[in-house]
């Protein structure tokens, strides 16, 4: 794909407007004890706090937003197990059009509950047997739906990255910046808001230990597929990065770094502790993998995007208590 088709920080510009009265301007919190820990200071961009508990809101409110008088009637289609399906069913709710999401049957059941709560019409499909994207295409071309898939996408990028840009214009310059990855959506629209406003700021993708796949791809120079991982970052377990995505990594990025499912629960019990925030392990890549890098960070700026929350009390307990 040439650069041309990429998005641009202009598209985050624009995205930040459309969902001005629309998505929180989440809060950026501090933590003195993590602070004395790392040696630098620390700003958290909490998108546990955004509208559906996750950052996916930005993008897919965004991308619905742009659709024009024929598309809003014919409705929208998407598939994922969770953020991205609670996301597109809540903007397609506040844009008064029709919703289908393609979820898996083991997605878990509060998730299925809060995107019917939005509105939308669940299609429930086999993750092992099914391929959820040629279900998503058939049912755009049958019902004349737009599919906006969960990140490879310029307009959900572009509202991803107005996360990084409300930090950015609220703590100013940042030395370095630690952000989630999966399939690289929020990455790269961080990306492209911290190369406008933060020109030498160190930009960081963060991602699980099992689903190295970015890490693979932005090192080796082309896009790599993987099986889904075994991690319980569930957010991340992607398979590969996307065609619009990969593009803005590669070129801005200064590189992509892994974490343990372990150093994740660290983070979890952190969080909690010192903030008193519930988060879900994908959210807690930035923070596992800054504190890896601790004796590079010393006495500067950091920023690390909290991506989401979504985890039940359940699961949030039995991972703390080592389940």
């Not at 737009?146 to 950015?168: M, N, R, S």
């Not at 808001?193 to 963060?206: D, E, F, H, M, Q």
């Not at 890098?293 to 039995?318: A, E, H, M, P, T």
């Amino acid at each position: 794909m040439s650069h041309s088709n990429l998005s641009t920080y202009e598209d985050v510009v624009a995205a930040a407007e459309r969902l001005r009265g629309y998505a929180h301007r989440t809060p950026v919190m501090r933590s003195r004890l993590l602070d004395a820990e790392l040696g630098a200071q620390l700003f958290f961009k909490c998108e546990t706090l955004q509208r559906i508990g996750a950052f996916k809101f930005r993008g897919a409110f965004n991308a619905l937003s742009k659709f024009d008088e024929h598309q809003r009637r014919a409705g929208v289609v998407a598939f994922s197990s969770g953020n991205h399906a609670q996301a597109v069913a809540l903007s397609a709710q506040l844009l008064g059009m029709p919703a289908t999401i393609v979820m898996p049957q083991d997605a878990p059941p509060n998730k299925i509950a809060a995107t019917r709560g939005y509105g939308a019409n669940v299609v429930i499909y086999d993750r092992y047997t099914e391929d959820r994207e040629a279900i998503g295409r058939k049912l755009a071309q049958e019902q004349g739906m737009t599919l906006i898939p969960p990140y490879d996408h310029p307009d959900v990028i572009a509202g991803q990255g107005t996360a990084v840009k409300e930090l950015i214009e609220e703590v100013g310059e940042l030395d370095a910046l630690f952000v989630s990855l999966g399939g690289g959506g929020l990455l790269s629209g961080s990306a492209l808001s911290a190369r406008a406003l933060s020109p030498k700021c160190k930009v960081y993708g963060c991602e699980p230990e099992a689903g190295n796949d970015g890490q693979r791809s932005f090192r080796e120079g082309r896009i790599i597929h993987i099986e889904t991982p075994k991690t319980i970052a569930d957010g991340a377990q992607t398979q590969h990065l996307g065609e619009h995505t990969f593009p803005i990594i590669r070129r801005d990025v200064d590189d992509v770094i892994t974490a343990s499912d372990a150093e994740l629960v660290e983070g979890m019990r952190s969080f909690a502790a010192t903030m008193k925030l519930m988060v879900e392990p994908t959210g807690c890549l930035g923070l596992a993998v800054a504190r890896q890098l601790k004796s590079q960070l010393r006495g500067q700026r950091v920023g690390i995007v909290i991506s989401g929350g979504n985890v039940s009390l359940d699961r949030f307990c039995s991972l703390l208590a080592g389940g």
